[in-house]
């Protein structure tokens, strides 16, 4: 690695020196690099842009370099020199998590030097709950230890928050005060914190004023006794105030910036530049919201809480960097879910009307890509690039109305490149493959309009002669993915009771995949959103509530030759209503409210409205419920994509051969 030597140099005392995928408001980069802007990026400059996933951890001592990777084992495989690096597959047997490692690193540490192990981490991009995890860790390890080291062998107890810690002390986080962040030391032509102007969002698409979206907050300040509530995920505070931005966030619609409320002022900490359109000035105003520097919200914060020792600060630690949280003495720290996750969850009727439109004219991109790309393989015959496939098929998404960018970068991987699951193509790249009508191609792609976020997975074929198991692969994906979407389920059902049904079909085949099965999908906002999920994963237990959407995309994945993904986006409905009924913040009208034997029970409708390509289908391992259900789900994709396309078009033929019943045997 290019920047190894002058990285060792600096060490300033560590004995250990972290560098996580974070971005400065405490949140590790949503997958696909959805939520990380370039110069926070240390990461992805110390890799020399090897390595473009998210969920990534360096770990780099005096005499080894560690990395740990989730959901990346293939990539990483690939990418990474052995002769630097050591792969720590997160998550497979008797691989230990980040925590865990570091402490036990400590233990052998302490019990080998007598003080303890220093790590160091800069407060700004590294997670508060991070923070106390590690702490947590290195406290319960150190019950373990045996102090058989003289009283002034080890350093005084460190401390968190204000508290001291029990002794022994065997590992301590060192934030390097006063000291530069390594990185930032040899980052040459580091970009600046970027100053894109906030655009409003219009109340059309947002659905709910800033002043009640504070009202709300207030009145749940009031039941938990805070007196000043925390916002440092970006997309959280781009939902308070109703507005978005392009440029600060590669494909996320969000500004850099903070935002407090308390009982009797609104705040937003970010460069004035970003508030200089007029538009905004006035919107911001007119809510009652004042701007201050970006550079004072930690301060603020200081002095909000040293100003009354009864004043508490409502802070969601796993949504917040460390150097927010650290500020903040244990005794007034409410640390719980803040109050917007749930209210940005549950899509009022405003915000799912706005989805509905987006997967809509989605579709019908697609279409016109699919017939693009079809004629050229099989009329022209030319095998094109990853890189214009992806070119092509954001050129028809930039066609539709309210289109601003994609909702992450392109997934076109071609072959094996398949099965690389967040694989991006790049010309020059030595992964970079050409589609023909040999090899699948898998594409996972989206789009941010003005008024909702798509994100799709397709994987299509374009031979004669697909083999046997590629098809009962792609079969029985298909049918994970039919599995979950014709649940009904009792509300407050946590996530991962679902995702078995996604696997079923895989499992039946002695076969799995090792992502999850579904993420939230912010409106108009992030396409990777909490707080709930479909996975094996159970330690997210967020229940599943009306309004909600999520995505589906179970897969399959043979490294080496191919991945298969099928995705589609899902909203959380009654199970008595139709598909269109609105929804608002997760409540019914209590004449719609149905319930059985006192529980009321729920169901999803599809957002996305793109064809699943026939084909490639077993029909012999397709159940005729399943196969009703692909009919019924083409029949509603052309009823409401049809009328977007031009009629005997390429787009509208592709459209009509695609939603055709399929054959049955």
Same mark, same amino acid.
């Given at each position: 690695?290019?920047?190894?030597?002058?990285?060792?140099?600096?060490?300033?005392?560590?004995?250990?020196?972290?560098?996580?995928?974070?971005?400065?408001?405490?949140?590790?980069?949503?997958?696909?690099?959805?939520?990380?802007?370039?110069?926070?990026?240390?990461?992805?400059?110390?890799?020399?842009?090897?390595?473009?996933?998210?969920?990534?951890?360096?770990?780099?001592?005096?005499?080894?370099?560690?990395?740990?990777?989730?959901?990346?084992?293939?990539?990483?495989? /690939?990418?990474?020199?052995?002769?630097?690096?050591?792969?720590?597959?997160?998550?497979?047997?008797?691989?230990?998590?980040?925590?865990?490692?570091?402490?036990?690193?400590?233990?052998?540490?302490?019990?080998?030097?007598?003080?303890?192990?220093?790590?160091?981490?800069?407060?700004?991009?590294?997670?508060?709950?991070?923070?106390?995890?590690?702490?947590?860790?290195?406290?319960?390890?150190?019950?373990?230890?045996?102090?058989?080291?003289?009283?002034?062998?080890?350093?005084?107890?460190?401390?968190?928050?204000?508290?001291?810690?029990?002794?022994?002390?065997?590992?301590?986080?060192?934030?390097?005060?006063?000291?530069?962040? /390594?990185?930032?030391?040899?980052?040459?032509?580091?970009?600046?914190?970027?100053?894109?102007?906030?655009?409003?969002?219009?109340?059309?698409?947002?659905?709910?004023?800033?002043?009640?979206?504070?009202?709300?907050?207030?009145?749940?300040?009031?039941?938990?006794?805070?007196?000043?509530?925390?916002?440092?995920?970006?997309?959280?505070?781009?939902?308070?105030?109703?507005?978005?931005?392009?440029?600060?966030?590669?494909?996320?619609?969000?500004?850099?910036?903070?935002?407090?409320?308390?009982?009797?002022?609104?705040?937003?900490?970010?460069?004035?530049?970003?508030? #200089?359109?007029?538009?905004?000035?006035?919107?911001?105003?007119?809510?009652?919201?004042?701007?201050?520097?970006?550079?004072?919200?930690?301060?603020?914060?200081?002095?909000?809480?040293?100003?009354?020792?009864?004043?508490?600060?409502?802070?969601?630690?796993?949504?917040?960097?460390?150097?927010?949280?650290?500020?903040?003495?244990?005794?007034?720290?409410?640390?719980?879910?803040?109050?917007?996750?749930?209210?940005?969850?549950?899509?009022?009727?405003?915000?799912?009307?706005?989805?509905?439109?987006?997967?809509?004219?989605?579709?019908?991109?697609?279409?016109?890509?699919?017939?693009?790309?079809?004629?050229?393989?099989?009329?022209?015959?030319?095998?094109?690039?990853?890189?214009?496939?992806?070119?092509? /098929?954001?050129?028809?998404?930039? #066609?539709?109305?309210?289109?601003?960018?994609?909702?992450?970068?392109?997934?076109?991987?071609?072959?094996?490149?398949?099965?690389?699951?967040?694989?991006?193509?790049?010309?020059?790249?030595?992964?970079?493959?050409?589609?023909?009508?040999?090899?699948?191609?898998?594409?996972?792609?989206?789009?941010?309009?003005?008024?909702?976020?798509?994100?799709?997975?397709?994987?299509?074929?374009?031979?004669?002669?697909?083999?046997?198991?590629?098809?009962?692969?792609?079969?029985?994906?298909?049918?994970?993915?039919?599995?979950?979407?014709?649940?009904?389920?009792?509300?407050?059902?946590?996530?991962?009771?679902?995702?078995?049904?996604?696997?079923?079909?895989?499992?039946?085949?002695?076969?799995?995949?090792?992502?999850?099965?579904?993420?939230?999908?912010?409106?108009?906002?992030?396409?990777?959103?909490?707080?709930?999920?479909?996975?094996?994963?159970?330690?997210?237990?967020?229940?599943?509530?009306?309004?909600?959407?999520?995505?589906?995309?179970?897969?399959?994945?043979?490294?080496?030759?191919?991945?298969?993904?099928?995705?589609?986006?899902?909203?959380?409905?009654?199970?008595?209503?139709?598909?269109?009924?609105?929804?608002?913040?997760?409540?019914?009208?209590?004449?719609?409210?149905?319930?059985?034997?006192?529980?009321?029970?729920?169901?999803?409708?599809?957002?996305?409205?793109?064809?699943?390509?026939?084909? /490639?289908?077993?029909?012999?391992?397709?159940?005729?419920?399943?196969?009703?259900?692909?009919?019924?789900?083409?029949?509603?994709?052309?009823?409401?994509?049809?009328?977007?396309?031009?009629?005997?078009?390429?787009?509208?033929?592709?459209?009509?051969?695609?939603?055709?019943?399929?054959?049955?045997?």
């Amino acid at each position: 690695m290019r920047a190894r030597g002058r990285f060792c140099g600096p060490i300033l005392g560590q004995c250990a020196i972290i560098v996580l995928s974070c971005v400065a408001h405490g949140r590790v980069v949503s997958f696909r690099l959805t939520t990380i802007f370039v110069c926070f990026h240390c990461v992805l400059f110390l890799a020399s842009h090897k390595i473009f996933s998210n969920a990534t951890f360096f770990f780099h001592s005096r005499d080894k370099t560690t990395v740990c990777k989730t959901r990346y084992f293939n990539e990483a495989s /690939l990418r990474l020199d052995p002769k630097h690096w050591t792969l720590m597959k997160q998550g497979q047997p008797k691989v230990p998590t980040i925590t865990k490692f570091l402490s036990n690193l400590a233990t052998e540490h302490y019990k080998s030097q007598g003080v303890p192990l220093k790590v160091g981490i800069d407060p700004y991009v590294h997670s508060a709950s991070f923070a106390k995890d590690l702490t947590e860790a290195f406290e319960k390890a150190a019950r373990d230890v045996e102090a058989d080291h003289a009283d002034g062998a080890a350093e005084p107890a460190a401390t968190l928050n204000g508290d001291v810690a029990k002794s022994p002390v065997i590992g301590v986080i060192d934030t390097l005060e006063g000291k530069p962040n /390594l990185v930032d030391s040899i980052w040459d032509g580091r970009p600046e914190l970027p100053k894109n102007p906030f655009r409003v969002q219009p109340l059309k698409y947002a659905g709910v004023t800033v002043a009640d979206k504070v009202e709300k907050i207030r009145s749940e300040m009031t039941d938990k006794k805070a007196t000043l509530t925390v916002f440092g995920a970006l997309d959280d505070v781009a939902y308070l105030f109703n507005v978005r931005c392009m440029g600060d966030v590669e494909t996320c619609p969000v500004g850099i910036a903070y935002a407090t409320v308390s009982h009797d002022e609104v705040i937003l900490y970010c460069d004035e530049q970003k508030v #200089q359109p007029n538009e905004v000035s006035v919107h911001l105003k007119e809510a009652n919201v004042t701007v201050k520097p970006y550079d004072q919200f930690v301060s603020d914060i200081q002095s909000h809480v040293s100003s009354n020792k009864r004043n508490k600060v409502w802070l969601d630690t796993t949504r917040s960097n460390y150097a927010v949280s650290r500020v903040i003495p244990t005794s007034s720290l409410i640390d719980s879910q803040n109050p917007i996750t749930p209210m940005k969850a549950c899509k009022n009727p405003a915000e799912m009307e706005g989805m509905r439109r987006a997967h809509i004219v989605d579709g019908a991109a697609m279409a016109n890509f699919m017939a693009w790309l079809e004629h050229t393989l099989l009329v022209e015959g030319r095998s094109v690039s990853e890189v214009e496939i992806d070119e092509v /098929l954001t050129g028809y998404r930039a #066609q539709q109305p309210g289109f601003y960018e994609v909702s992450f970068p392109t997934i076109a991987g071609v072959g094996s490149n398949g099965a690389i699951v967040h694989y991006r193509a790049a010309e020059g790249s030595e992964l970079l493959k050409y589609l023909d009508r040999t090899q699948p191609i898998l594409i996972d792609s989206g789009g941010q309009y003005e008024y909702g976020t798509t994100d799709v997975t397709r994987t299509w074929h374009f031979g004669e002669n697909p083999s046997e198991e590629f098809k009962e692969m792609y079969t029985r994906v298909l049918k994970g993915n039919i599995g979950v979407d014709s649940m009904i389920f009792p509300e407050n059902t946590p996530g991962f009771v679902l995702d078995v049904f996604a696997r079923k079909s895989l499992w039946e085949a002695g076969k799995d995949y090792g992502h999850g099965t579904g993420h939230g999908v912010g409106a108009a906002l992030n396409v990777h959103e909490g707080p709930h999920s479909i996975s094996p994963r159970w330690a997210n237990k967020e229940v599943l509530k009306l309004g909600m959407v999520t995505s589906n995309e179970p897969g399959f994945y043979d490294d080496g030759n191919f991945g298969i993904r099928i995705e589609n986006l899902l909203e959380i409905v009654d199970v008595n209503s139709s598909d269109t009924d609105a929804t608002s913040n997760g409540e019914e009208p209590p004449e719609k409210k149905q319930k059985t034997e006192g529980k009321k029970f729920l169901k999803f409708a599809k957002l996305t409205m793109i064809p699943i390509q026939k084909n /490639l289908i077993n029909v012999d391992l397709m159940t005729e419920s399943e196969l009703d259900w692909l009919d019924t789900y083409h029949d509603e994709v052309f009823r409401k994509v049809s009328p977007l396309l031009e009629k005997d078009s390429p787009a509208m033929n592709w459209l009509i051969k695609s939603c055709a019943k399929i054959e049955r045997k």
